[in-house]
Nanobody, 124 residues
Framework: QLQLVESGGGSVQPGGSLRLSCAVS????????IGWFRQAPGKEREGVSC????????YYKNSVKGRFTISRDVAKNTVYLQMNSLKPEDTAVYYC?????????????????WGRGTQVTVSS
């Protein structure tokens, strides 16, 4: 059974940093792509970043490029999302999700397995 557990969320001021972790079990990161998604109140869930299984290629939503970095530790079965220069509009519940092998366009509908999410709040 595929399981994903997010951690590392919290409250920070604008310009601050957080590192989210996604610990996975029941599968390995060399077989499944992991995407990070977020959902703010009243908005649709959107893809933020993704790392593919086969070669570790990474992808980012335009608005987070240069601020967020996705990485993975295959031995620890954990994927990270380092978030720097956080803005109030980054406030959301952040989820990690898994699909086989490739990120494609990392749309939420294409990822069948999900964690429960972790809250990120950016406010002064």
């Amino acid at each position: 059974q595929l399981q994903l557990v997010e951690s590392g969320g919290g409250s920070v001021q604008p310009g601050g940093s957080l590192r989210l972790s996604c610990a996975v079990s029941g599968f390995t990161l060399d077989r499944y792509a992991i995407g990070w998604f977020r959902q703010a109140p009243g908005k649709e869930r959107e893809g933020v970043s993704c790392v593919s299984a086969n070669d570790g290629s990474t992808y980012y939503k335009n608005s987070v490029k240069g601020r967020f970095t996705i990485s993975r530790d295959v031995a620890k079965n954990t994927v990270y999302l380092q978030m720097n220069s956080l803005k109030p509009e980054d406030t959301a519940v952040y989820y990690c999700a898994a699909r086989e092998m490739l990120c494609w366009e990392f749309r939420a509908a294409d990822f069948p397995s999900w964690g429960r999410g972790t809250q990120v709040t950016v406010s002064s």
